[in-house]
């Protein structure tokens, strides 16, 4: 059954970035200022509201498993921190590319990046974390309390950078003229956001899957041992 | 049950613990009542440290309640009328004797720590290296100071994971007397044990656990004193 | 009450251990101090540098200093099993997490105030103009690096590669009370106030503390026990 799932996910998932592809790279005009390296924004974008969505749901599924001690809700939170942690490298990396492109460097301070840069290092925090422990039960218990803080910790990252950043003003990546995007260039951002909540769901069902796998081997382990 | 339970030093009902999807412990039954003293027999790795912990309030079962002296495990009030002694000393190298006591005495509200820790470093023999560092102890030095450590704040049931291995002559003489003597003031006593002949003698319940199960559970029989490997053969494998 | 006073218990003991053999506290003022001195002589920045550099310099010297000190802390528990002896007592995780918690607050401190007089001979500032105000964000910065470093302390003493584990969980975490410290302090070197446009940085100081001091408080009974 969750076979058929993660194939159905993939499968619309593929569907759905195709076409999106098709409208980014072949359907749209490249825009005023920045040329045609603004289409990155989007994939920059819609991966890091992916990876933060992800790691609010890896805190709601801690705190699940913390009340209700059932270890799926482990296995949740571990496989979609994993997959945040990915989508928020390529939210950096994308955003690299674009402020190489622009600005000439490969880094730039810019408030959502540096902070996405924080989210990524605390979750792969939280993945060395849980390398470390081998006992199941002990690794969900220990890194979902992590996961807690790292979630609380996100939020207060996100404001006082922008705080920062509104203090010492710097380098902003961004195609918002005024506040909104021209009619027709938004909507395959959206449409995007969607594919990749979709690649993401299915690569967390795959994890999953792998999680309650390796907790099967892990007792049958200790059977073994105990005979 | 809270009725009775508050009449059982012990009461363990269906405790499951599990590492992962491997239960350690499978659904324990177990009382022991006041003034009882149980001997906890298993081979290692059977869950006879595992269910002493949880006791202690150490660890958290999966599954399953557990009341100590009739309350939960880790009720602050319970835990002051408990004394653990696990594998390790549980006392600070770089303390004196004195001053370790003094410490554990204050964290158990005892009236006047110093003068309880003064009054057990003697009844332990260790009243001449009050203020030496445990550091500097030989191994049977620190075993009684475990042991005052263990019995300075007075009480109501003890819990012993293999109390007697490693032990030196002198160290188990004290510690024999000294459950004895709380035997006898009507203290229960949970102790797991490798040591049959010793453990039996002060036990006037057994338990065995094997594989994670209560495999038997008894009156001490004068039987198990003559051939204390029987129980092992009968019950032991599975 | 018995509740405060086995929590002060808890942290007497810790500093009566670390003040017998002083390792800790050596270890983590050295590397403080040679870190402060071997910056000036590499970089030997000008005045208007110093200026702007200041906080930065100092609360990263605390930061790395002070996981010396955090990481002992529950590490002192393992040998003997003391840790059990300790969670098995009559104290809630709590308590003995405040009580960790002060101790390390109390030796962090110490290392701080010996290190800014320091800064202040080689880096000719002066830093005590304003040092009521000096004081109170160095109570708020360290206070977040304590609790932060204790928790994660407790977290990860069982685990192999403790000693690496540690830093890579608090220094992330610690980026926004770092950022504000970092703010407010390099105002403060240069002997003006924090005026309005730095409050904010006040602000996220004092609710990192109370947030991150309730989380903790909250989940370290799960932590130590289960």
């Known amino acids: 059954m969750r076979e058929k799932l993660i194939y159905l996910f993939s499968a619309i998932a593929a569907v759905l970035l195709a076409w999106d592809l098709y409208r980014v790279f072949m359907v749209l005009p490249d825009e005023a200022n920045q040329g045609a390296i603004y289409r990155i924004i989007y994939f920059h974008v819609p991966a890091a509201m992916t990876s933060l969505l992800g790691f609010f749901v890896a805190m709601v599924c801690s705190a699940l498993y913390l009340i209700t001690r059932n270890l799926r809700f482990d296995s949740v939170a571990a496989a979609v921190t994993e997959v945040g942690v990915v989508f928020a490298a390529v939210n950096l990396v994308t955003g690299s590319i674009w402020g190489r492109i622009i600005w000439g460097i490969w880094w730039t301070w810019d408030a959502r990046l540096t902070s996405m840069l924080v989210c990524w290092l605390l979750y792969a925090g939280y993945l060395m974390l849980r390398r470390a422990i081998d006992e199941p039960t002990q690794r969900a218990r220990l890194s979902a309390v992590l996961s807690i803080f790292a979630f609380v910790d996100v939020i207060i990252v996100w404001k006082s950078i922008e705080w920062w950043r509104t203090q010492h003003p710097g380098p902003v990546l961004s195609i918002r003229n005024g506040g909104g995007m021209a009619p027709g260039m938004e909507s395959p951002l959206w449409w995007n956001v969607l594919a990749m909540a979709l690649v993401a769901t299915s690569l967390v069902l795959l994890r999953m899957r792998q999680e309650g796998i390796r907790r099967e081997i892990d007792a049958l382990r200790r059977y073994a041992h105990a005979l | 049950m809270a009725a009775s339970a508050a009449l059982h030093a012990v009461d363990v009902h269906d405790i499951w613990k599990y590492y992962g999807d491997f239960p350690a412990l499978r659904g324990i039954e177990l009382t022991v009542e006041r003034g009882a003293c149980l001997a906890l027999l298993g081979r ?42 696990g594998h390790a000393i549980g006392v600070y190298e770089e303390l004196s004797a004195l001053e370790n006591l003094r410490y554990f005495g204050r964290l158990y509200g005892v009236a006047d720590p110093t003068r309880t820790a003064i009054e057990w470093l003697e009844r332990t023999g260790l009243a001449n290296v009050r203020d030496g560092l445990v550091r500097e102890f030989s191994r049977g030095m620190r075993q009684r100071l475990a042991v005052a450590r263990t019995f300075l704040h007075d009480p109501a049931l003890l819990l012993l994971d293999e109390p007697f291995t490693a032990l030196d002559d002198r160290a188990i003489a004290v510690l024999q007397s000294l459950l004895r003597q709380a035997q006898g003031e009507g203290r229960s006593i949970v102790m797991s044990t490798h040591q049959l002949r010793e453990a039996l003698e002060l036990a006037t319940d057994v338990a065995l656990i094997n594989r994670g199960k209560l495999a038997f559970r008894g009156p001490r029989t004068q039987g198990m004193l003559d051939d204390p490997a029987w129980l092992y053969r009968n019950y032991g494998e599975a | 009450m018995l509740y405060l006073r086995q929590i002060l218990a808890i942290a007497g003991k810790d500093l009566r251990s670390e003040l017998r053999s002083k390792e800790t506290v050596n270890a983590s003022l050295s590397f403080a101090l040679v870190i402060l001195l071997l910056f000036s002589f590499a970089f030997d920045p000008s005045a208007e540098t110093v200026r702007e550099i200041s906080g930065g310099l100092l609360w990263l010297v605390f930061a790395f200093a002070g996981a010396l000190v955090l990481n002992r802390s529950f590490a002192r528990e393992q040998p003997n099993d003391c840790l059990d002896a300790l969670i098995a007592s009559p104290t809630s995780g709590a308590q003995l997490f405040l009580g960790k918690c002060l101790a390390n607050f109390v030796l962090l401190m110490a290392v701080e105030m010996i290190c800014v007089p320091v800064f202040g001979i080689f880096y000719n500032v002066a830093w005590t103009r304003r040092i009521g105000w000096l004081t109170v964000v160095f109570a708020l910065g360290t206070w977040a690096l304590t609790i932060i470093g204790t928790m994660f302390s407790a977290l990860t003493v069982n685990l192999r590669l403790r000693e690496l584990m540690l830093p890579i969980l608090v220094y992330p975490m610690m980026i926004p009370a770092l950022m504000g410290a970092i703010q407010l302090t390099t105002v403060l070197m240069t002997g003006a106030p924090p005026g309005p446009e730095n409050q904010v940085w006040l602000r996220l100081l004092v609710g990192f503390d109370i947030i991150f001091t309730i989380l903790g408080v909250g989940l370290v009974e799960i932590v130590l026990v289960g």
């Open chain 2, 44 to 85: 290692n790795g059977a869950g006879k440290t595992t269910l002493l912990r949880i006791i202690a309030g150490l660890s958290r079962p999966g599954k399953g309640t557990i009341h100590v002296l009739g309350e939960d495990a880790r009720n602050k009030l319970t835990r002051r009328r408990i004394g653990v002694l």
